[in-house]
Each structure stands twice: as C-alpha cells, then as structure tokens.
C-alpha cells in the first residue's frame, strides 16, 4: 500500500473550517483514500473514503487532486469534539485488508 | 442498536496470566480484526478472520490466540508468551474480506503488572 504524509498537527478555531492535506505520491490505480480520526483513547473512527471524485458526507469533504497524488480532508465547520489525530490511508479493496495508520495529524480545535 | 463491543474498558492483570479479551458485533459483519496500538503509535495487525472458523495471522501474532466460532464474536487471548502485552486492543469487523470499511469497537486498555 501507498504511504502517506500528513503534518504532525494544526490548530483550527471552532467554528472555522478545518483543511487537513494528505500527500500520497506513490499511490496507485486501485488504490482508495480513506480517512479515520481517534479522539485520545477510543476506537478509530470512520470518516470518508474516495477514488477519483470529491465526497461529501454528514462529517466532511474530501478533495482528490487530479493526479491523485495528494488530498485534503475538510471539516467545514469545527467543534470542540474534532479534536482528534486524523488519518490518512491509502488501500486497496482486497481480502484481508489491514489498517495501517501512520503518524496522522493531531488536530487540536480552539474556542 | 448496532455496532462493536468489547468488553472491558479496562482490564489489569499479572504477569503470566492468560487474558480474553472480548468482541462482539450484531452488524452482520463477515470479517473481523485485532490491531493492537501502543502509546503514541499506529495500529498493528494481531490477527483477522473473513469468515466463521478461519482466522489467519497478522503482523503480531506470537503470544496471542484467536477462536470465531460464531459471525458476531471474535475473542482474543493474550497469553503468558506475549512479552509485552500491556496496550490498548481494538477489534474491527467490515462487512466482507472485499470491503473497504472497517468500523471499530472502543477498545480495551490492557495492563499488565
């Protein structure tokens, strides 16, 4: 699987939309974007995936570059409870498939 | 209400004890996972199962065991030759070995004195 980069962290001010980049230069043909956040001591949670296209969904957007080399993750209005390390993953849809999250961004939401 | 449970929150034993750890899911889910996360870390694969009976290891399995004899649970045991086994553990599931999305439970934080 492709690796990604991702910044160690960011501050956003509540309220504001929060822009997360992810760069995943080596990332191939098959290969989805996926994002997951961790608030400090629970389970990942799911954000949103995609291809190709821009998503949208309840919790954000995401927007892939046309080379698919990079994309940001847009939280369009942040709270206090996005505070969390987010994730950016690149996989393919296989068997068996793991998780492997690198070192994320912490984001850390301010009143 | 669907989703994954694992049970307990917290979990302390002593050095030498075998432990299981649970998991359960009413989502239907063919195929299940533990990861295992130290502090300040990614996740890391134990071990992972498409389908009822069949499990196969992940990138951490020595010390730790697995059963699934039912869809919904997927217990993991960490045995006495896991030599560092204090961590927070996280189980998955996603709908088929295929699928993208895996959802996961709120994780056990296991220490071991």
């Known amino acids: 699987d492709a690796k990604t980069t991702q910044p160690p962290s960011m501050d956003c001010a509540e309220g504001r939309a929060a822009n997360l980049p992810c760069n995943h230069s080596?990332?191939?043909?098959?290969?989805?974007v996926y994002w997951y956040r961790q608030i400090h001591s629970q389970g990942p949670q799911y954000i949103i995936h995609g291809l190709k296209n821009n998503e949208t969904n309840e919790m954000a957007s995401l927007i892939i570059t046309e080379d698919r080399k990079s994309s940001t993750l847009i939280l369009p209005h942040a709270t206090l409870r996005d505070t969390a390390v987010y994730y950016c993953i690149v996989l393919k849809k296989a068997a068996g498939n793991k998780l492997t999250f690198g070192g994320g961004t912490r984001v850390l939401v301010k009143p | 209400d669907g989703g994954i449970t694992q049970s307990p929150k917290y979990l302390f034993r002593k050095e030498g004890q075998n432990v299981t750890l649970s998991c359960e899911q009413n989502l239907n889910h063919d195929a299940m996972y533990w990861y295992r996360q130290d502090p300040g870390q990614g996740l890391r694969l134990i071990y992972y199962?498409?389908?009822?009976?069949?499990?196969q290891k992940g990138d951490i399995a020595e010390g730790y065991s697995v059963s699934r004899e039912k869809k919904e649970s997927f217990p993991l045991t960490v045995t006495s030759a896991q030599k560092n086994p204090t961590a927070f553990y996280l189980c998955?599931?996603?709908?088929?070995?295929?699928?993208?999305?895996?959802?996961f439970g709120p994780g056990t934080r296991l220490t071991v004195l």
């Open positions: 199962s498409q389908i009822v009976n069949d499990f």
């Open positions: 998955a599931s996603n709908r088929d070995h295929s699928t993208d999305t895996q959802y």
């Open positions: 080596t990332i191939s043909g098959n290969e989805y």
